[in-house]
């Protein structure tokens, strides 16, 4: 069975910086892409960014280019998402999700397994 678990969110200051981990309790995590996703408050989930099963391939939303970095760590059944030179409007409660074997969708519909989420605040 399928369970994820984020951590790592908090209340930071514009500039700084932040990681976020969530631990797959299944045995299958190696097996499917995975995904961050984020939502504020009144406005709709949105993708954030993607990485393959293995690692190798990786995609963000053009908003976090460049500050954020997606990785896993299969041995460990883990996501991470390093968010530096955070913003306000990074502010937000992240979702990690599990995607499907093949590709980096950046589709909320084509993610199956949902965590509980992580509050990231940034403050200015």
């Known amino acids: 069975q399928v369970q994820l678990v984020e951590s790592g969110g908090g209340l930071v200051q514009a500039g700084s910086s932040l990681r976020l981990s969530c631990v797959d309790s299944?045995?299958?995590?190696?097996?499917?892409?995975m995904g961050w996703f984020r939502q504020a408050p009144g406005k709709e989930r949105e993708f954030v960014a993607a990485?393959?099963?293995?690692?190798?391939?990786?995609r963000y939303a053009d908003s976090v280019k460049g500050r954020f970095t997606i990785s896993r760590d299969n041995a460990k059944s883990t996501l991470y998402l390093e968010m530096n030179s955070v913003k306000p409007e990074d502010t937000a409660v992240y979702y990690c999700a599990r995607g499907p074997s093949y590709g980096i969708p950046t589709g909320l519909r084509q993610y199956d397994y949902w965590g509980q989420g992580t509050q990231v605040t940034v403050s200015s």
């Open positions: 299944g045995r299958t995590f190696s097996s499917f892409s």
């Open positions: 990485i393959s099963w293995g690692g190798a391939s990786t």
